[in-house]
Nanobody, 127 residues
Framework: VQLQASGGGLVQAGGSLRLSCEAS????????VGWFRQAPGKGREFVAA????????RYRDSAEGRFTAFRDNGNHKVYLQMNSLKPEDTAVYYC?????????????????????WGQGTQVTVSS
């Protein structure tokens, strides 16, 4: 499984960015895909996760109402639409895949549950 994240950049506070994550793999539609981020000097933290077909999406509290994660299984892509960005959202964002999922179940929020990781994409929000 290979992952490719893209879409990061520099944006002013209040602006928007859409990150995308493209993955290889025949059974992509059944996998959970998570978004995590790591700011300088901080640990990696959960942002959002999209379950496989039919399951729920989960967000960290600070992302609720501002970020939307969704997937396009036909193109093997998952997106993270980020609106109302704040300087504290500045970080390197990573997408990851969890193949060991229960169909219809909620996606994992702990990074160690994800087996495959893409390279990060930098998001910088200026004040």
């Amino acid at each position: 499984v290979q992952l490719q994240a893209s879409g990061g950049g520099l944006v002013q506070a209040g602006g928007s960015l859409r990150l995308s994550c493209e993955a290889s793999g025949r059974t992509f539609s059944t996998w959970a895909v998570g978004w995590f981020r790591q700011a300088p000097g901080k640990g990696r933290e959960f942002v959002a996760a999209v379950s496989g077909s039919g399951g729920p999406t989960r967000y960290r509290d600070s992302a609720e109402g501002r970020f939307t994660a969704f997937r396009d299984n036909g193109n093997h892509k998952v997106y993270l639409q980020m609106n109302s960005l704040k300087p504290e959202d500045t970080a390197v964002y990573y997408c990851a895949i969890d193949t060991l999922v229960i169909p219809g179940g909620a996606p994992a929020v702990r990074d160690y549950e994800y087996e495959y990781w893409g390279q990060g994409t930098q998001v910088t929000v200026s004040s």
